[in-house]
């Protein structure tokens, strides 16, 4: 078989136990599929990788439908048309969907969402601010976190996809932004290029020291992408009503059993705080509302962005585990193929 | 100094750590006080006992102003007018408010509420359920928990003054309610006496797999007073968009360094759980929605209470060390002095 006629997918071999390991996919390779009427033949060119791509793989009921042995791995990805028998579809459209972790998916057009022709941004823009990214942080900024101006938005993860367009969105909306990140680089990068008011390294120094001296008026918003310590720590400075946005719990999520342990429960009552835990999914219905603006801030350079992007489908396990060491430098990508 | 011209207050002599101990709280004798013009002297009657005064006792900034050593310990109290200068209140009103452990009390008025003269419920009514209990229970399971018809309800302590209520009120609502507490007659009572549906003694057993088998459909409002693997367990049985009203934390008050570990906060993202807690300070000036149909239901014979009365201020301190071994049978009141 040449290039043309050959795909390839990573498949759940076995069930990862703490973080993925070699063996636990399964690198196969089948022939590009034929499609039938009301078909498309995708060439996948960027696959999304995102923490909660660890939840998918475990196997276990999650929010989504859990994989079984044998699977392609789920991912969410945007690709290119190559081959149409649908009445909507024409060659070279451009589609995003989760067509998971392989070069070439047929579709019959449900479960994939075409780019409006006449687009004019960057077609990894889609993968992050105009995606799921930016509907995460939209949303979860804006609906469950409900900031005011003049109040303090503390981010966790705040120099990863979701943290640091949160951070960009927050000082829009007139907030102090405080992002707490795993580098230097990443904590200067927060603040010097985005804007961020100030950034805390966790890997240095006591945490909840460091979150007292960079809010000065306490928490009013935690949007947290980590869980753990760094959770906890956050808890013990919320104000009055306070909110704390569950978006991600990344600490434990290679954890065989995860344990979150919670000092700071007594001031979560005495100070009255909201915790609310949300998935990007609950919002899709409502995309529009978030797309208008965020396209209007990235055009007028308003909100920034970085993707780091690693090539190659067989490299899609060590991208992903970028995520979880913290060696990803923004948005986490795969171009699997090239584009158009 | 006989009787008539004695008072007796119990004043913290040491913050408590851990478990309040003999040397904690010291009995002191003074002279009744004497009162000038727009004051009123109280003689107390009943003293409430509730698990949030441990709160109180820490010395430490909670949702009241922290106590200093020497106070008369903090404590909501019912008691009657026994002289007055004040043009609003008789001799003989009876008046609610926070007069702390002891017998006698002076007030200028602002920190008392008068019964309405004509009332015709029990005074203890008004330490339970027409009072901050009703408030607690009401406001906290319906303006943040909102149970729908048909919805599970789990309550813990629920055999307590706040969970008797709750459960009481959610059947009303027309839910099914499951209620956890800590003997075979408290689960009796509750499910015998008081309509719950089933009932979880948590000292016997796997808790997960009582819930499971208690909730058959899953959890949707959680109402905890108790915090710790209680809360964990439960936080596991939680149906999407399920709601955990965080009402009291009992399990660590003693706790030099409380910690509570939760194993199931992946649950919590994954099913979209929000957790809120709320004080029921911040609901007083509500109190009228609530005290209408807790008198209707209460006289209709709808909710029942019971409350287990203490006598003699001497043992105030037993009667709050009752409350943290699970001995006491409803409400916990110590009755001061007697009834008008």
Known sequence: MNAATVNHQWRIAAFPQGEVRDGDLRWSESPVPEISENQILVRNIYLSLDPTNRLWASGEETYLPPLKLGDVMRGSTLGVVEKTRHPRFREGDVVMGAQGWQVYAVSDGSDVSRLPRDNRLPLKA?????????????????????????????????????????GQIAKIQGCRVVGIAGSEEKCRWIVDTLGFDAA????????????????????????????????????????????IVVCGLISQYNAASPQHTFSNLTHFLIKRVRMEAFIVLDYLARAHEAYAPLTQWLQEGRIQYRVDIMKGLENAPAALAKLFDGSNQGKQLLLISDEP
């Open 126 to 166: 889609y993968m992050g601010v105009i995606g799921s990214i930016g509907l995460t942080a939209y949303f979860g900024l804006l609906d469950v976190g409900r900031p005011k101006a003049g109040e303090t938005v503390l981010i966790s993860a705040a120099a990863g996809a979701v943290g640091s367009l949160v």
């Open 200 to 243: 805390i390294n966790y890997r240095s120094g006591d945490l909840a020291q460091a979150i007292s001296r960079s809010c000065p008026s306490g928490v009013d918003v935690y949007f947290d992408n980590v869980g753990g310590d760094i959770l906890d720590a956050a808890m013990g400075a919320l104000n009055l009503y306070g909110r």
